[in-house]
T-cell receptor, first 115, second 112 residues
Framework: EADIYQTPRYLVIGTGKKITLECSQT?????MYWYQQDPGMELHLIHY???????EKGDLSSESTVSRIRTEHFPLTLESARPSHTSQYLC??????????????FGPGTRLTVL | DAKTTQPNSMESNEEEPVHLPCNHS???????IHWYRQLPSQGPEYVIH???SNVNNRMASLAIAEDRKSSTLILHRATLRDAAVYYC?????????????FGKGITLSVRP
């Protein structure tokens, strides 16, 4: 069973609020990812990190920002939430080393609703 | 990144085998073929992956065409819990790259 956690699971918040979605993993993985998924739609990579102090933008442009100060922790922040940010946010991680393949493990997701 | 093409949906009967096809005609020699699935209201989970040879694990089998331009995920005995969206994804791991690009996937329905 994957040890990757996301909090909160559900968040309903008003426009203009600052929010932080938490993601942590206990597997010692160096690579972590954030995906965004609207209901019934595809997952889109919005941020990823290959290690501490490393963050990159993903394939889908996002107004959110991320940080990676500790290996196990990869929070996502929205400075000013808007209704267009309403979506499900999924965090994932994958392992390190010389292996040619790194399976991604996903958390349960945070369903964000901005009113 | 090379793309994959999957049917939108498929139906199967419980306890029967299911063959989920995937076309990837532009696959490169270093692309691995991955399958993930996403159960309702959950994050995706890894199912299986392969490069050239057929692969088996406890969840499924992966049959890869000799020219690698298509593959088939085989669920040997579908259960109701196998109803999910199944994603066929190509990715290579040159350098530090480990990103996956999810498409629309195929929605599998299982009839009791």
């Amino acid at each position: 069973e994957a040890d990757i956690y996301q909090t909160p699971r559900y968040l309903v918040i008003g426009t203009g609020k600052k929010i932080t979605l938490e993601c942590s993993q206990t597997m010692g993985h160096d690579k972590m990812y954030w995906y965004q998924q609207d209901p019934g739609m595809e997952l889109h990579l919005i941020h990823y990190s290959y290690g501490v102090n490393s963050t990159e933008k993903g394939d889908l442009s996002s107004e959110s920002t991320v940080s990676r100060i500790r290996t196990e922790h990869f929070p996502l922040t929205l400075e000013s939430a808007r209704p267009s940010h309403t979506s499900q946010y999924l965090c994932a991680s994958s392992g390190a080393g010389a292996s040619s393949y790194n399976e991604q493990f996903f958390g349960p997701g945070t369903r964000l609703t901005v009113l | 990144d090379a793309k994959t093409t999957q049917p939108n949906s498929m139906e199967s009967n419980e306890e029967e085998p299911v063959h989920l096809p995937c076309n990837h005609s532009t696959i490169s020699g270093t692309d691995y073929i991955h399958w993930y699935r996403q159960l309702p209201s959950q994050g995706p989970e890894y199912v299986i992956h392969g490069l050239t040879s057929n692969v088996n694990n406890r969840m499924a089998s992966l049959a890869i065409a000799e020219d690698r331009k298509s593959s088939t995920l085989i669920l040997h005995r579908a259960t109701l819990r196998d109803a999910a969206v199944y994603y066929c994804i190509l990715a290579n791991y040159t350098g530090a790259n480990s990103k996956l690009t999810f498409g629309k996937g195929i929605t599998l329905s299982v009839r009791p």
